[in-house]
């Protein structure tokens, strides 16, 4: 039996929806970080709640459909590390974990190029929650016994590779923190902010489909990369894996008038 056919199983369980995930037993209740495991259908999550964990399942089932839709087997499964809104960045410090995810990001891809989306290029005034907000809205590998991140021994047998993705919540305060405080740091009169007042909402949900969209394209680029994947996965797949997500092949940066805090979000799928 090939991959691609083990993944027809839980496929309706995808299509369905996971509002009735029938999790197995926990293997344990040490925690980590005030997250616990949940375990179904042979993945694994670090997630503080049951709705941020079916949240999680739900991303990976998108994910490994796409590589079903286009005939390619997926790679192993990880253990899915969830970021909550209100969680600290990984590593404590909002740079120091950014710097750190992007050195594993770029191991993975075993390229030596910047991560798509990499923040680490921070404006000289950006805040501390600005840093640390950034920090929290990457999906990245993450070393099972970096001791930084320090997993429990017995969480780190349970795959053989682990990924930090932020929760849809937690993409959306962080956009909206962004946005704001952005928009503070601009000179902008009364009058001028009652005239925006109506188009907001869209800008708003602009920043916040952006930073989503931006997380998608990093699970993408490190899920179809040789190190992960074990084989090589030609730009063409690549197009057509983004495609199965409904993702351009390029991903247009934002329009100058949106926020100036966004990062340069530019990528061709075929680098």
Same mark, same amino acid.
């Given at each position: 039996?090939?991959?691609?056919s ?5 496929l ?68 899915i ?10 590593l ?41 907000g ?14 930084? =991140? +320090? $997993?429990? %021994?017995?969480?780190?047998?349970? !795959? /053989? ?5 932020? &929760?849809?919540? *937690?993409t ?13 740091k ?8 009652l ?6 909402p ?17 699970l ?18 690549? =197009? +057509? $894996?983004? %495609?199965?997500?409904?993702?351009? !092949? /390029? ?5 100058? &008038?949106?926020v *100036? ?11």
């Amino acid at each position: 039996m090939t991959r691609c056919s083990q993944l027809v199983p839980w496929l309706g369980l995808f299509l369905a929806g996971c509002s009735s995930v029938a999790w197995q037993p926990r293997p344990t209740e040490q925690m980590w970080r005030g997250a616990s495991l949940w375990c179904a259908e042979g993945i694994t999550i670090a997630a503080r709640t049951e709705s941020d964990a079916e949240e999680m399942l739900g991303v990976h089932f998108r994910l490994w459909a796409a590589f079903a839709a286009i005939g390619e087997a997926p790679p192993s499964a990880p253990l899915i590390l969830a970021v909550a809104a209100d969680d600290e960045p990984l590593l404590g410090d909002g740079l120091r974990t950014m710097q750190a995810l992007a050195g594993w990001f770029q191991e993975a891809l075993g390229t030596g190029r910047v991560p798509v989306g990499d923040h680490t290029n921070l404006p000289p005034d950006a805040s501390k929650e600005m840093v640390a907000g950034l920090a929290k809205i990457v999906a990245a590998p993450v070393p099972l016994t970096a001791p930084e =991140v +320090a $997993l429990p %021994a017995s969480w780190q047998q349970r !795959a /053989t590779w682990a990924v930090v993705v932020p &929760t849809d919540g *937690t993409t959306v305060a962080v956009a909206d923190m962004l946005l704001d405080e952005g928009l503070a740091k601009e000179d902008i009169g009364f009058g001028q902010r009652l005239l925006m007042a109506p188009l907001m909402p869209w800008i708003r949900g602009m920043m916040r489909d952006q930073f989503r969209e931006l997380v998608w394209r990093q699970l993408v680029d490190l899920s179809c990369s040789p190190r992960m994947l074990g084989r090589p996965f030609s730009p063409e797949k690549k =197009v +057509a $894996l983004l %495609a199965a997500l409904g993702l351009p !092949a /390029t991903m247009q940066p934002p329009d100058a &008038t949106q926020v *100036t805090a966004l990062p340069n979000a530019s990528e061709d799928a075929s680098r």
